[in-house]
C-alpha cells in the first residue's frame, strides 16, 4: 500500500518533469534533424510557464469545467497505472478524458475548434482498438489485467505479443500527435487548422493542455515498460531503454513523414490492429 | 523575470504587403536565423500568441482584421511592424484606399523599417519588443492595466539608417553562432 | 403471488378503462393514478421477493389456459384478416401456420403434459419488472402531455388517444406476465400480445408508411413467433416438459440436447431483440410517437428478447451450436449497427441502432452463457433501459420544440433549451463514458468475452467500443455547443415531460452509484442460484469502488466549476472578422458570411446501407449454420431413436 502511494506521488511529481524534458529533447532532436541549432531543453518549461502568465479568456462559460476534468481524468488515469491499477480501467479513464477535450473543444462552436475535434475523434476511433488489444493481450499472457501482476510475471511478453508491440508502437504516433497522424492539433507546424482542438483555448487552459500531454506521454511509456517486465532488473533496463528509444523513434517518424489524410490514419490504423493485434491474440489464445 | 520573455510566440499577419516583408518573416524561421533558438514560434492563432508581427500597410478592407486579431491576443502583448509599409505607408502611403500604418489601427509598439526588413531586422524588432513585453507583464502583475502602447512607441521609433545598425551587429552574432553550430 | 397478478391484471383494467375515457382530463387523473400505482406495485414486488432465491407458483388453472388459447384464436383471426385487408399475406399465412400449430399441440401432447408451476419469480424477473413497472410507467405519463403536442401538430386528423394508451397499459401488464411465466405455453401467449401491441404502436399514425413498417414489425415477430412454437414442440414431445425452469435443469443433465429447443427458443428472443438480419422492424417502429419507440426500446418488446436470451443462457455456451449463433449473431449485431449509427444524422435512428448493437451485446453475453457475462448481459439490460428512455424522451421533446429530430438541427440546444440539453448530454454520457453504467456493464462483457475464449468477440467488442464513441461523442459535441444569440425556447414544455426527465436523469446518476450493491444483493446471489457456483471473474471490488469514486468526483466538478468560470468571455477566432455575434464573419469582399457547422458522417465508409448488407449476410450465415446444425442433431436424434 504505501508503495502505492509513493509510486502514485512520484508519479503525479517526476511525470510532469520527465515528460517537459522529453519534450524539450523532442524539439532539440527535430531541430537538429533540421539543421537548426533548436530551442532550449526547457523550452517546453518556459512555454507553460508563459502561458500562466497571460490574461485569463474564454469563449464560454463552461469551458473551464471541460478542461478541469479533462485533467483530473488524464492524470487520474495515469495514476491508476502507476498505482498497479487495471489497465482497462486506465484505458477507460483516460477515454473519459478525451471526451471531455473534445466537448471542450465543441463547445466553442468555433469552426476550427470543432474540425479540430471531429478530427480528435477520429483518431480516438482510430487507436482505441489497439489499445483496447494490448490490454487483452496482457491477460491473456499473464492471466491478469492488473498493472500488479504485470510488473512482476516470469517471463518477458515482449516476443510473444510482438505483433501487439508494433501495432501499439504504430497507434503511439497517433497519440503522441506527431506527424503523419498529427491530424487534430499538431506540436511543430504550428498552422493546421489554426491550432485544430486547441484553437479557442487561451493562456492558462493551453498550459494545462501542455501539462496533460506530459502526464501523458509518460503512462503512454509505462504500457510500453509493460512489454519487458520479467521480474528481474535487466527486465526494467531493457525496458526503460526501449522506451526512451520507443519516444525517439516517434520523433524521428514525426520528422520524417508528411501528414497523411485522415483516410489513411483512420483505416491504417484499424489494418494494424487486426492484422497484428488480433492475429497475435488469436496466437496467444492458442498458445496459452 | 517574467517567461513571456522567454516564449514569445508569434502571429504573423499580411496587410497589403507586396510578400516581400513576408519572405522574410519566413526566413527568420528557416535554419540560418532559426528563431526557435529564442522560444519564438510562428503560431496561426492570435489566441496562443505574445507578439503580433505585422507586414504591409492598412487598407480599408482589412483594418477590421487587423483590429480584431489584436484584440483578441491576450494580455501581454505587442505589435511589431514590420517593414516600412507597415510602419507608415511605404510607397502605398498616397493610395486612395490606404490608411497608413499599422499604428493607425492598433497601437504599435516596435517598428521595423526596411524594405523588405531584413531577417536581422525583424529579429531584432522582436527582441526589442520583449523588453516592452516584460514591462507589459510587470504592469499587470502590478495590479495595473498594461502600458498604453502609444507611450512606448516614440522611444522606440528609430529612423531607417539607425535601425540597420544594431541589425547588422545582430546579424554578425548569428553568422558567429550559426558557426559554432 | 399476489402482486404478480395485480400487476399483470391491473394494467390491462387500466387499459380497458381508458379505451373509453375521452376527455384529456380524465385520462390525465387515471393515467396518473394508475402510473403511481403499477410503479409502486412494482417496489412493493421487489421488497417481498428480493430476499428469496426465486418462489414458483402452481397456479392452476385449466380456465386460464382455454381463455388464453380463445385470445390466441381471436388474435390469429384477427392478424389474418388485417393481413388480407392490407395485403400482407405474409403476415396471415404465418399466423395461419403458428396458431393452428400451437392449438393442435396444446390439444394433444400438449394436454398430457403436467405443469407443475405456472409461474415464477426470481431477483431476474423482480429487476425486470422494476424496469418496466417504473421505467415503462414514467413514459406512460410523458406519453400524456408528448401526445397533446402531438395531436396539436396533427389537428385535423382523428384523436386516437384512448386506443394509444389502451396499447400502451396492455403492453405494461403482458411484459409482466412475459418475464414471470414458468409456463413456456403462458409465455408464449404474453409474447404474442407484445408482437401484436408493438404492431399496433407503430401502425397508430396510420400513414401509409406507418402501416407498411407496423406490418414488416409484426411479420418478423412472427417469424420469431413461429420459433417459439417450434421450441415449444419439441421441448413438449422430446423432453415432456413444458416449464422453463425444469428445461433449465435439464440443461445440467442432458448437456447440450437441451440446446435444441433452445436454439429455437434464442430464435425467437432473436427476431424480438432486432438483431441482424430481423434489425429493421425496429429502425422502421421509429415513425410511430416518440413514446411508443422509448417504450419498445427501454422496458418493453426488446427486452423480452433479450430477457429469453439471458433465461437460456445456461443452456448456452460456447460449446454448442445454439451457443455460438446466438453469441456470434449478437456480436456481429453490435459491430455493424455501431458502425451504422456513425452515418445517420435523424437522432431516433442514432438511438435506434444503438439500442440495436447494445441488444447486440446483452444477445452475446447470453450465448457467452458464462455467469461473469450474464452479470454482465443484465447489467446492460437494466442501465440500458434507463439511459436510452430518457434519450428517447429528451429527443421528442426537443422534436416538439425545434421541430426537427435532426442531429445537425440540435446546434445549440445547449442555449435553446438548456435543461434538455442537459439530460440528453447526462443521457449520452451514461450511454459509453466510464464511471456510468453502460460502461461498467461492457468492461465486464469484455472480460468476459476475452475469459470465454472467443477471440473473435472479443476483438467485435474492441473495435465495436470504439465505434460507439465516436458516434456519441460527436452528438454530444453537437448538443454542448454554445452557439449565441439564440433564444430559450424551453417555457413551453410539459411538466409532466420534464418531471419524466429529471426522474430519469436522477435514476441514471443514482444506479451507478449503488450498482455494486445491486451486483452484490441481486446479481450475485441469482447466478449462483442459476449457475450453481460462486460467480467468479466479476469487476474486482476496487474497481467497482474506483467506479463510484470516478463518479463521485465527475459530479463534484460539475458542482463546483460548471458554468462558473469567472474568465473574460471573448469572441470565438474566424479566420476573417468575427462580426461579433460569434457566428457570421466578414469574407472576401467585406461581404457577410454565416457559418454553420455540420457533423461527420464517413457515408463512404460506414454507410448504412454496406453496413447493413454485410451484417445481414454474416447474420443470416450464422443461422442458418447454427440452426441447421441443431435440426441436423434432431434427425439424427429421432433416427437413432426410431
Known amino acids: 500500500m504505501v508503495i502505492k502511494v509513493i509510486s502514485v506521488i512520484a508519479y503525479l511529481v517526476l511525470a510532469p518533469i520527465v515528460g517537459c524534458i522529453l519534450a524539450g529533447l523532442d524539439r532539440k532532436v527535430s531541430a537538429k534533424m533540421q539543421r537548426r541549432v533548436g530551442p532550449p531543453i526547457l523550452q517546453p518549461y518556459y512555454d507553460v510557464r508563459k502561458l500562466f502568465e497571460k490574461e485569463k479568456m474564454a469563449p464560454t462559460r463552461y469551458q473551464d469545467f471541460y478542461i478541469i476534468a479533462y485533467l483530473v481524468f488524464l492524470i487520474g488515469a495515469g495514476a491508476i497505472f502507476f498505482a498497479g491499477g487495471d489497465l482497462l480501467l486506465v484505458i477507460f479513464t483516460e477515454t473519459i478524458g478525451a471526451a471531455f477535450l473534445v466537448i471542450a473543444a465543441y463547445s466553442s462552436n468555433s469552426p476550427y475548434a470543432e474540425v479540430g475535434a471531429e478530427r480528435e475523434l477520429l483518431q480516438m476511433m482510430a487507436y482505441e482498438p489497439m489499445m483496447l488489444l494490448t490490454a487483452v493481450g496482457f491477460y491473456m499472457f499473464h492471466g491478469s489485467f492488473t498493472v500488479d501482476d504485470l510488473v512482476k510475471p516470469d517471463t518477458m511478453a515482449f516476443l510473444p505479443m510482438i505483433g501487439l508491440f508494433i501495432g501499439f508502437i504504430y497507434i503511439l504516433t497517433i497519440k503522441f500527435r506527431k506527424s503523419p497522424f498529427d491530424l487534430s492539433m499538431s506540436h511543430h507546424a504550428h498552422q493546421e487548422l489554426v491550432r485544430g482542438v486547441t484553437t479557442e483555448f487561451v493562456g492558462r487552459t493551453m498550459g494545462w493542455i501542455e501539462v496533460s500531454h506530459w502526464y501523458e506521454n509518460i503512462f503512454l511509456l509505462g504500457f510500453i515498460f509493460l512489454f519487458f517486465c520479467n521480474g528481474t532488473v535487466w527486465g526494467c533496463v531493457i525496458g526503460a531503454l526501449v522506451c526512451i528509444a520507443a519516444y525517439f523513434l516517434e520523433v524521428f517518424i514525426d520528422n520524417s513523414f508528411a501528414r497523411m489524410k485522415w483516410q489513411f490514419a483512420f483505416k491504417s490504423a484499424w489494418i494494424v490492429a487486426i492484422v497484428l493485434g488480433m492475429v497475435n491474440i488469436f496466437i496467444l489464445q492458442l498458445v496459452f | ?181 | 403471488m399476489g402482486t404478480i397478478t395485480f400487476l399483470i391484471i391491473f394494467p390491462m383494467i387500466i387499459a380497458f378503462v381508458l379505451l373509453a375515457a375521452r376527455s384529456d382530463k380524465a385520462r390525465d387523473m387515471i393515467v396518473y393514478i394508475a402510473t403511481a400505482v403499477i410503479a409502486a406495485g412494482s417496489i412493493v414486488c421487489a421488497i417481498q421477493y428480493f430476499g428469496s432465491a426465486g418462489e414458483y407458483f402452481p397456479v392452476h388453472g385449466e380456465v386460464v389456459g382455454y381463455l388464453m388459447m380463445a385470445i390466441e384464436i381471436g388474435l390469429a383471426v384477427y392478424i389474418i384478416y388485417t393481413g388480407i385487408k392490407h395485403k400482407k399475406y405474409l403476415a396471415s399465412l404465418l399466423a395461419l401456420v403458428q396458431t393452428p400449430l400451437m392449438i393442435w399441440f396444446e390439444l394433444s401432447h400438449g394436454h398430457e403434459i403436467e405443469v407443475q408451476y405456472n409461474m415464477y419469480i426470481d431477483r431476474l424477473s423482480v429487476i425486470m419488472i422494476l424496469i418496466i413497472g417504473i421505467i415503462g410507467s414514467l413514459i406512460c405519463v410523458y406519453a400524456l402531455g408528448y401526445m397533446k403536442d402531438f395531436q396539436h401538430h396533427h389537428a385535423g386528423e382523428k384523436d386516437r388517444r384512448p386506443w394509444f394508451f389502451f396499447v400502451m397499459f396492455l403492453f405494461l401488464g403482458a411484459m409482466v406476465g412475459l418475464v414471470t411465466s414458468n409456463n413456456m405455453i403462458w409465455m408464449y401467449f404474453f409474447w404474442e400480445i407484445t408482437s401484436l401491441s408493438s404492431f399496433w404502436l407503430i401502425g397508430y399514425t396510420r400513414t401509409g408508411e406507418a402501416i407498411n413498417n407496423s406490418f414488416r414489425a409484426l411479420i418478423m415477430n412472427l417469424l420469431g413467433g413461429l420459433g417459439f412454437v417450434i421450441g415449444i414442440i419439441i421441448l413438449g414431445t422430446i423432453f415432456g416438459t413444458l416449464e422453463l425452469s425444469t428445461m433449465l435443469v435439464y440443461g445440467s443433465i442432458y448437456g447440450d440436447l437441451v440446446a435444441i429447443p433452445a436454439a429455437f427458443f434464442a430464435f425467437a428472443g432473436i427476431t424480438k431483440a432486432a438483431q441482424m438480419p430481423f434489425n429493421s422492424w425496429l429502425l422502421g417502429a421509429m415513425v410511430a410517437p416518440t413514446p411508443t419507440s422509448a417504450l419498445l426500446h427501454s422496458s418493453t418488446m426488446v427486452k423480452a428478447g433479450v430477457f429469453m436470451i439471458i433465461k437460456l443462457a445456461p443452456v448456452l455456451g460456447i460449446s454448442n451450436f445454439a451457443g455460438l449463433m446466438v453469441m456470434m449473431v449478437g456480436g456481429i449485431t453490435f459491430l455493424f449497427a455501431s458502425c451504422a449509427a456513425i452515418s445517420q444524422n435523424n437522432a431516433k435512428r442514432v438511438l435506434a441502432y444503438s439500442t440495436i448493437a447494445n441488444l447486440g451485446l446483452i444477445v452475446a453475453c447470453g450465448g457467452v452463457g458464462t455467469p461473469e457475462a450474464v452479470w454482465a448481459g443484465i447489467m446492460l439490460i437494466i442501465f440500458h433501459a434507463i439511459t436510452k428512455s430518457l434519450l428517447f424522451l429528451c429527443v421528442g421533446t426537443a422534436e416538439h420544440h425545434i421541430g426537427s429530430r435532426m442531429i445537425e438541427d440540435m446546434d445549440g440546444l445547449f442555449v435553446r433549451m438548456p435543461k434538455v440539453a442537459m439530460f440528453m448530454i447526462i443521457g449520452i454520457a451514461g450511454m459509453f463514458l466510464a464511471p456510468f453504467g453502460m460502461l461498467i456493464s461492457k468492461w465486464a462483457t469484455m472480460t468476459s468475452f476475452v475469459d470465454s475464449g472467443n477471440f473473435i468477440l472479443v476483438g467485435i467488442i474492441c473495435f465495436g467500443s470504439a465505434v460507439t464513441a465516436f458516434y456519441w461523442l460527436k452528438w454530444m459535441g453537437k448538443l454542448s455547443a454554445v452557439v449565441a444569440n439564440e433564444e430559450n425556447v424551453e417555457q413551453s414544455v410539459h411538466k409532466s415531460e420534464t418531471f419524466v426527465h429529471v426522474t430519469l436523469t436522477i435514476l441514471t446518476v443514482v444506479v451507478c452509484l449503488i450498482f455494486p450493491l445491486i451486483s452484490m444483493y441481486g446479481l450475485v446471489p441469482y447466478l449462483e442460484g442459476v449457475f450453481g457456483g460462486i460467480a467468479t471473474g466479476l469487476l474486482s471490488s476496487s474497481n467497482m469502488i474506483i467506479m463510484v469514486i470516478m463518479l463521485a468526483v465527475l459530479v463534484l466538478l460539475a458542482a463546483m466549476f460548471f458554468g462558473k468560470s469567472k474568465k473574460e468571455q471573448v469572441p470565438i477566432y474566424l479566420a476573417g472578422v468575427n462580426k461579433g455575434d460569434n457566428r457570421t464573419y466578414y469574407g472576401s469582399m467585406q461581404k457577410e458570411v454565416q457559418f454553420s457547422l455540420r457533423n461527420w458522417h464517413m457515408e463512404s465508409i460506414f454507410g448504412e446501407h454496406r453496413m447493413n448488407v454485410i451484417g445481414d449476410v454474416l447474420t443470416v450465415a450464422c443461422l442458418v449454420i447454427g440452426i441447421g446444425a441443431v435440426i441436423a442433431t434432431l434427425i439424427s436424434l429421432l433416427g437413432g431413436v426410431a
Request: charge should be negative.
Open chain 2, 1 to 181: 523575470m517574467a517567461y513571456v520573455t522567454k516564449s514569445p510566440w508569434v502571429v504573423h499577419y499580411d496587410g497589403s504587403s507586396c510578400n516581400g516583408c513576408d519572405i522574410e518573416v519566413l526566413a527568420c524561421l528557416m535554419p540560418m536565423y532559426d528563431v526557435e533558438r529564442f522560444g519564438i514560434i510562428n503560431t496561426g492563432n492570435p489566441k496562443h500568441a505574445d507578439v503580433f508581427l505585422v507586414t504591409g500597410s492598412v487598407n480599408e478592407q482589412n483594418k477590421d482584421v487587423v483590429r480584431q486579431i489584436y484584440e483578441q491576443m491576450p494580455e501581454p502583448k505587442v505589435v511589431v511592424a514590420v517593414g516600412i509599409c507597415a510602419c507608415h505607408g511605404g510607397v502605398f502611403r498616397d493610395a486612395y484606399n490606404i490608411l497608413g500604418g499599422v499604428d493607425t489601427v492598433i497601437p504599435v509598439d516596435c517598428y521595423v523599417p526596411g524594405c523588405a526588413a531584413r531577417p536581422e531586422a525583424i529579429i531584432d524588432g522582436v527582441v526589442k519588443g520583449l523588453g516592452i513585453l516584460q514591462a507589459k507583464r510587470e504592469a499587470m502583475v502590478n495590479g495595473a492595466k498594461a502600458i498604453p502602447a502609444e507611450e512606448e512607441a516614440p522611444a522606440e521609433e528609430a529612423p531607417a539608417e539607425e535601425a540597420a545598425a544594431p541589425a547588422e551587429e545582430t546579424a554578425e552574432e548569428i553568422k558567429e553562432e550559426g558557426g559554432e553550430a
